[in-house]
């Protein structure tokens, strides 16, 4: 065949490639249909693969196989990236192609030489699969029954179908990234919807708990101006760019979360409503300050809205004690009659998520008397995160 018409062939094969991305669908069968594309003209005698990178590019993991048996593509599912990880493994490291034409003597398969030769395989050439930055984003690998050294026109072929693949696998990753994004967006739209709501609710809570304690509405200005205030403050601390900004990258005594977070209901017409009882003032890295302000402002929100917080007698003390574990208690007294939930509000999710986050477990017990609210974190969970 002249060059001219194994051009011709490769362009009818790129564009045929081309035409199955264009239809879309789980990348898996997109891939399978690929490798059967460029299978075909083989006539049994090429078993492809495309092997997908893992997202920390540390492991190789099955995109499609459809001619290799389920044994051997469960066996390599999930190989580390790394020299003498066979064909593949080393073409994910090197970002070179690996041409190896007898599996029987090449170093580069000393530890899969066994798991091929049971299943027939003499010969494997490996192609990085690289995004258009450079990315690695996985392997297309040729397999033969026979050991075969690649012509002229297999390299062209593998090259081709390299970057028609490329395309499929970036295509698949935008959209996945798109829907990540659009489910991200969702629930900060959420989790805006709850605060404005809490924003509401509080405002309204604090100009009531603040007309009971003043005669005058000068008084009643400026008390709910302070209120307001700390309230920013707080709302400010549980926000990730602004809490890192305000702590300068140091650690955040707890101690002072606490104060900040609960300044807005701390006086009231009968005295401290709040208390922060004695024990261990734990520090707090920018790492975890979000979490930790965030779970606290809720609590707080939920007390001033339900609990403790509302009435004006109400009252709510809070501890911390660092021993096998950081055990945060916070327990509300005086308020309404209180019950469990038939269901559990974002704000509850949102509490329970973020505990969850840093490791910890928490219980709520509805007491007749109040709420109580008992927090347990790893030691290490206010700690800050090595890089």
Known sequence: MNIPSI????????????????????????????????????????????????????SLHEGAAPSLAPEYNAAIDGIPVGHGIGSCGTAALSGEAVMVADIDTDPLWADFRELAAAHGLKACWS????AADGRILGTFANYYREPREPTERDIEVIGMVTRTTAIAIERYNHEMARDRAEQQRLLLLRELNHRVKNVFALTNSLLMMSARSVSTAEELSAVVRGRLTALSKAHELAQPDLSLIDSGGADISLHRVLADILAPYTQGPTGNRVSIEGGDDIPVSPDHLTAIALILHELATNAAKYG???????????????????????????????GEPSKSGFGSTL?????????????????????????????????????
């Open 351 to 387: 509490v329970r998520r973020s505990v969850q986050g840093l490791r910890g477990e928490m219980a709520n017990k509805w007491n007749p008397e109040g709420l109580d609210v008992v927090i347990k974190l790893p030691i290490d969970a206010l700690a800050r995160v090595s890089i």
């Open 308 to 338: 403790a917080l509302g009435p004006v007698d109400g009252r709510v003390s809070v501890s911390c004690r660092r021993a096998d574990t950081i055990e945060i208690r916070w327990s509300e007294r005086g308020g309404p009659e209180v």
């Open 7 to 58: 051009q011709s062939e490769l362009i009818i094969a790129e564009r045929d490639i081309l035409a199955r991305v264009a239809l879309g669908g789980p990348i898996k069968e997109v891939l399978r249909d690929i490798i059967l594309l460029v299978e075909k003209p083989a006539e049994g005698e090429l078993l492809a693969s495309v092997l997908l990178m893992s997202e920390d590019g540390r």
């Open 127 to 130: 192609m990085p699969i690289k």
